[in-house]
């Protein structure tokens, strides 16, 4: 991958070697895409501000997130049906994200299970839980993820229902893809792909598959989360949740101010500021038009973290100067998988561990605590980003189960 020199290189290569479906997938947004677009455009507008002569000769990017020290202000988001993208890819991914020093989270809805992600990296990892209508595979789903060593609990909580990708519909995306003749002449043109899924672990939802009754032969994400993904689910699920899980718990689907103000009563250890990638509500506002506001109205009450529309190192440091103490990384690094298997998922972080280091040199700051509102140029929006991410403590961390 010595030719790749941006997370869109990454993109590109993706593009050409994962099944159309499947690309799609982690690509596209819900309806017309609007705030899939806002997420990129309204970062992209955000203009950082320039330093010269100041000694930024020795940089560092380590920060700490829920009391424990990162290489960078960097989490692997959660990502459904990973392993579609490469086989075994979230074991893959998760390996990359270890050697890098950042945590890496397993979703719910992925293809390789929790167990069989804890018998290959016999490393700690995050884990993203969707609540269902039955309350107790959540449970279940909770105490597989504890005798798993599962230290961080992310409770996703902006997908009770689903909002429709239009890409999916058309490619009638299932896993694994079923046999048209659209599906077989695209993975046809596609043989590495389709001999590390035909390796892997395993082909359909790992988490799911053998653990709900009548849900064995389900290959649809949409049929699943519209039969069992609870509408009902409500602030009192949340506090059960609080109450049962040992470690830290972060809630992420938080875009409105009075959400973040009843996740920090409950006592979340950290929030997501996320608009699910604008893959849920289409015209919604951009993650990062949202951050200021929630950062402002919540303080250092509890961790802020940030996902939506990250590309570049000079993203990250436009979030940490809005308030957020670290990044959710989602498609950046799916591309990367998609490019290159394990290799790629290390060449994504690394792009932008690089970048995100020399934003921080010619913004003249060199360590990511300096980060705040006077990297960012321009009237109101600086004076908001420097209240809003004043330096501030961690809050004190929660001990371990």
């Known amino acids: 991958m010595k030719n790749v020199a941006c997370i869109d290189d990454l993109r590109t290569l993706a593009r050409s070697r994962v099944p159309r479906a499947f690309f799609d997938y982690a690509d596209s947004g819900s309806y017309s895409e609007q705030t ?55 074991i893959l991914a998760a390996r990359a994200a270890n050697a890098a020093g950042i945590p890496w989270t397993l979703s719910t809805m992925s293809v390789c299970s929790i167990e069989h ?60 893809p079923e046999f048209r003749i659209k599906n077989v002449i695209d993975i046809a043109t596609k043989p590495a792909w389709a001999w590390s899924v035909l390796n892997a672990k395993s082909w359909s939802f790992g988490n799911i598959s053998g653990h709900v009754p009548g849900m064995e032969n389900v290959n649809s994400l949409a049929k699943w989360t519209q039969d069992q993904f609870d509408p009902a689910l409500n602030w009192k699920d ?31 250890d950290a929030i997501v500021v996320s608009n699910h990638g604008g893959r849920q509500l289409d015209g919604t506002s951009s993650s990062i038009a949202m951050l200021p506001r929630v950062a402002d109205a919540i303080g250092n009450d509890t961790e802020i973290l940030f996902d939506g ?31 290159g298997g394990e290799a790629g998922v290390a060449k994504a972080i690394d792009i932008l561990k690089k970048e995100l280091s020399v934003t921080m040199a010619l913004t003249g700051v060199g360590n990511i605590a300096s980060i705040d509102g006077r990297v960012l140029e321009g009237g109101a929006v600086k004076e908001k980003a420097a209240k809003a991410a004043k330096p501030k403590a961690a809050p004190k961390a929660k001990a371990k189960a």
């Open 36 to 90: 899939l677009r806002a997420n990129r455009t309204d970062l992209e507008a955000i203009t950082l501000r320039q330093r010269v002569l100041v000694d930024v000769s020795e940089r560092s990017l380590e920060t700490t997130v829920l009391g424990k020290k990162l290489a960078a202000p960097m989490i692997l988001a959660p990502i459904g049906l990973l392993g579609m993208q490469h086989g075994n890819g979230e």
């Open 117 to 176: 992600v804890a018998e290959a990296t016999h490393k700690p990892f995050w884990f993203q839980l969707y609540v269902i209508r039955d309350r107790g595979f959540s449970k279940a789903l909770m105490d597989r993820a504890i005798a798993a060593k599962v230290d961080t609990l992310v409770l996703t909580v902006d997908l009770q229902v689903l909002g429709q990708r239009h890409r999916d519909v058309r490619n009638g995306l299932t896993v694994p």
């Open 238 to 268: 949340v506090e059960w949740i609080k109450d049962y899980w040992p470690g830290h718990l972060v809630i992420k689907g938080i875009l409105d101010v009075d959400d973040a103000r009843t996740a920090v009563k409950i006592g979340a």
């Open 309 to 339: 529309g990250i590309r570049t190192g000079a993203d990250i440091v436009r979030a940490l100067a809005l308030g957020a103490r670290a990044c959710l990384i989602g498609r950046s690094y799916v591309w990367g998988l998609g490019a």
